[in-house]
């Protein structure tokens, strides 16, 4: 992959950064500032890769615009004729990358530019090696694209079902775009409706019944990193609305506070759900998606992908602290498994594996691990009495439950709700069959 960085420079020679301005142009998008106050006002409205800074700039030093472009997690060099030990010093303590000497500019910065790229390059090349296994020609593209846009404080919206690698992504954008800052998670499905706003702004001590200590808003945490709201479709409206002032004004307030908090990020939202029928019902809001969706990313589900089955099988299998042997015609059998838990079912089934009595794994073993239901179809009606009289009345309703939980999932592409409505239980129901047969949503 080769993509271009984004690079201010900070000089107030004209000559100089004519000079610079050639000789990095093939190499990046260019953004200059000649003096102390544009590159602030730069840096304040705009995110870049690499900033380059002099020494001398007028009535302020380059110095001092160091700790401001590190905290933003910003690449830092300084270029300058001026070469003491006292201000080289100085320059790398409070946080430079590199001091180069001006007078060997044309040879020199262009060598830690391109090394600056390749390691980019080259961490993206080891996430789809090791991390995220595809073959998948279009998905590779599409990740190398997202990958090398510089997406510090913007907004990323990644939809795909359940356990399709949405949260490892999102980590990933953090890692490329925030080194050094807090990465802060939050799944919305899991927090009560009533404790979602305490836990996205905060509140104060005895803002409500058992507030006895102060507490700090997942926003306010992010503050200089990443803020991931994993299924952020299931937030509520109230907190939608909240949501959005805070993404707007980049101020929100904690429960039970008199003074607005302040926190800027990079927001990355993602959801399983179908986004755009969320909106036609209007249970999601169309102003808060399209402030989420600065930058939009789709993954595919592995049925998009079947090509992937058997390299993720073999990766997770390997990954696996006891070695095991699965058999060809075991192996076809679960490339031939419809997956409706994606990666992570995938993920599931091998550790299973690994735990089986025999180190080599035959077809009847994968037969045993799925219940009998291989290629996702439902127990036979007309083996009822046959199973019954094996393995009892019980765990014939039980292996039901669970092939239709299983199947209306897939069906919904892994959205909870409706899979509920459809089947017709109450969703205490639905929770017990999914942690009773570890089903992933």
């Not at 391109?114 to 590779?140: G, P």
């Not at 479709?233 to 959005?244: C, V």
């Not at 039970?256 to 959801?271: C, H, M, Q």
Request: glycine share 6%; charged share 30%.
């Amino acid at each position: 992959m080769k993509s271009k960085l984004s690079i201010l420079i900070i000089e107030d020679d004209k000559y100089t950064r004519l000079n610079l301005r050639e000789l990095l142009r093939p190499l990046a998008v260019l953004e200059e500032a000649e003096n102390f106050h544009a590159a602030q006002e730069k840096l304040s409205q705009y995110t870049f890769d690499i900033v380059l800074t002099d020494i001398e700039l007028g009535d302020h030093s380059g110095l001092e615009i160091i700790p401001y472009v590190c905290r933003k997690g910003t690449h830092c060099i300084v270029i300058s004729s001026f070469e003491g030990d006292e201000v080289i010093e100085k320059a790398y303590t409070l946080g430079a990358s590199h001091f180069l000497s001006k007078f060997r500019i044309r040879e020199q910065l262009p060598i830690y530019i391109n090394k600056f790229l390749q390691n980019k390059n080259s961490r993206v090349d080891y996430f789809l090696r090791e991390e995220f296994i595809t073959q998948d020609e279009e998905t590779i593209k599409d990740l190398k694209q997202l990958l090398g846009i510089n997406l510090k404080n913007k907004n990323l919206f990644i939809s795909g079902p359940s356990g399709s690698g949405k949260s490892l992504l999102g980590k990933l954008v953090h890692e490329m775009n925030h080194p050094e800052a807090s990465f802060i998670h939050l799944n919305c499905s899991e927090i009560p409706e009533n404790l979602l706003e305490s836990e996205l702004f905060g509140h104060e001590k005895g803002a409500f019944t058992g507030a006895d200590t102060r507490k700090e808003g997942k926003l306010k945490l992010a503050n200089g990193g990443t803020l991931f709201l994993d299924e952020v479709a299931t937030m509520p409206q109230s907190m939608q609305q909240k949501l959005l002032k805070a993404i707007d004004e980049k101020t929100f307030y904690p429960v039970g506070a008199t003074s607005p908090v302040k926190s800027d990020f990079t927001l990355i939202s993602a959801t399983c759900e179908n986004i755009q029928e969320k909106i036609r019902d209007k249970s999601f809001r169309e102003d808060l998606f399209y402030r989420l969706s600065g930058f939009q990313f789709k993954l595919k589900s592995i049925q998009e992908r079947p090509g992937d089955i058997e390299p993720l099988l073999k990766y997770f299998q390997k990954k696996s602290p006891r070695r095991f042997v699965i058999k060809p015609e075991a192996t076809q059998e679960l490339i031939t498994y419809h997956w409706p838990g994606n990666i992570r079912e995938i993920k599931k089934v091998c550790d299973q594996l690994s735990e089986q009595t025999s180190g080599v794994i035959e077809r009847e073993d994968i037969h045993k691990i799925f219940s009998g239901k291989v290629t996702g179809s439902t127990l036979p009606l007309k083996g009822w009495q046959d199973y019954i009289q094996e393995h009892g009345l019980k765990a014939l309703i039980s292996l039901l439950e669970k092939n239709a939980v299983e199947d209306s999932l897939k069906r919904h592409q892994g959205k909870v709700t409706a899979s509920i409505k459809e089947l017709k239980i109450s969703s205490s129901a639905f929770y017990r069959i999914l942690q009773e047969h570890k089903i992933n949503v």
